[in-house]
């Protein structure tokens, strides 16, 4: 099955400076690749996602960055605001076996005021 | 569409007790699955289900048990509490075409369980 891992576990940023979260995965035959946010006390939320047949995805102030080769994708985020504190998760569906998303560890993202 | 239904959104239950948490959708989507979320750590699948009346183990099934006998519900059966199954658990959903996993899924508001 999939292997998804994900760095770093916390992140403190200014608000304005940007943020960048990475995760590598284990099957190179993975071709989607979404990002979750999750507010305090609720469920995650899809925020952007991107497909194995483009590089890069932007979307406003964030974007996905995906290297095949190295088998790693990166959410980044420009001009951190307070409302974007929250726990982010990647995630990497299976290839085969479980038909389930397997979720990265996630990053608590705090944007100091 | 309200989306993904969990309910309860808290419960305390003693060691040994047994309790269904419950997970509706109405968007019509096959999939259906059943993650827990412990403090500071990420979402472990417990079961998953491709359509009604068909599920399956994920990475963390003991203790817990399921059913999908309509396409809109998938209830969460924990038979015997222990104090390792506290944790925030979350119903999600999504619409899979031919088993392509390529597509957003929904997640419900997360029931918190305590056992003590």
């Known amino acids: 099955g999939e292997n998804v891992e994900q760095h770093p576990s916390t992140l403190s940023v200014q608000e304005g400076d940007s943020a960048v979260i990475k995760c590598t995965y284990s099957?190179?035959?993975?071709?989607?690749f979404p990002w979750y946010k999750q507010e305090l006390g609720k469920g995650p939320q899809l925020i952007i996602d991107i497909r194995s047949n483009v590089g890069e995805k932007k979307d406003q102030r964030i974007a996905v960055t995906l290297n095949k080769t190295a088998k790693h994708f990166s959410l980044h985020i420009t001009e951190t605001q307070p409302e974007d504190s929250a726990v982010y998760f990647c995630a990497a569906p299976p290839v085969t076996g479980r038909r389930a998303l397997t979720f990265g560890s996630g990053t608590r993202l705090q944007v100091q005021p | 569409n309200a989306g993904v239904t969990q309910t309860p959104k808290f419960r305390i239950l003693k060691i040994g007790q047994s309790m269904t948490l419950q997970c509706t959708q109405d968007?019509?989507?096959?999939?259906m699955y059943w993650y827990r979320q412990d403090p500071g750590m990420g979402l472990k699948l417990i079961y998953y289900?491709?359509?009604?009346?068909?599920?399956d183990k994920g990475e963390v099934p003991n203790g817990y048990n399921v059913s999908r006998s309509t396409t809109e519900d998938f209830p969460l059966r924990l038979e015997l509490a222990a104090p390792s199954q506290t944790s925030v658990y979350f119903c999600?959903?999504?619409?899979?075409?031919?088993?392509?996993?390529?597509?957003?899924?929904?997640f419900g508001q997360g029931t918190r369980l305590t056992v003590v």
């Open positions: 968007m019509n989507h096959n999939y």
């Open positions: 099957d190179s035959a993975s071709n989607y």
């Open positions: 289900s491709v359509g009604a009346g068909i599920t």
């Open positions: 999600a959903s999504s619409y899979s075409r031919q088993g392509n996993m390529n597509t957003e899924a929904f």
